[in-house]
Nanobody
């Protein structure tokens, strides 16, 4: 079992930045893909960014160029640097790990048999 704990959410104005952190514990493997999802009220959950164990990354088109995902395998930690935030980025952001292709996660917002955190809220005001 893998436990995931997100932090770093908050409220910012449009154009601002936030950095999310996800600390993994338990049976964590470097080969796992680590990912960020988000879900806004009344909307489907979507895969925002993912990074495979070998460093291969993928992003949702809407965040490409504004968000950067990274991981530190030695610390079992996943990061999401979010710049130039927009009101439409407002959502609860979830960390997830599992065995999946990063591109599949961001294209189909799907992570079968994944482990999930409880989420951290990001609110962007105009």
């Amino acid at each position: 079992q893998v436990q995931l704990l997100e932090s770093g959410g908050g409220s910012v104005q449009a154009g601002g930045s936030l950095r999310l952190t996800c600390k993994a514990s338990g049976y964590m493997y470097d080969s796992y893909t680590m990912a960020w999802f988000r879900q806004a009220p009344g909307k489907e959950r979507e895969g925002v960014a993912a990074v495979e164990g070998d460093g291969t990354k993928s992003y949702l088109d809407d965040v490409q160029g504004r968000f950067t995902v990274s991981r530190d395998n030695a610390r079992n930690t996943l990061y999401l640097q979010m710049n130039n935030l927009k009101p439409e980025d407002t959502a609860k952001y979830y960390c997830a790990v599992g065995r999946a292709n990063a591109a599949t996660i961001t294209k189909y917002s799907h992570l079968p048999s994944g482990h999930w955190g409880h989420g951290t809220q990001v609110t962007v005001s105009s």
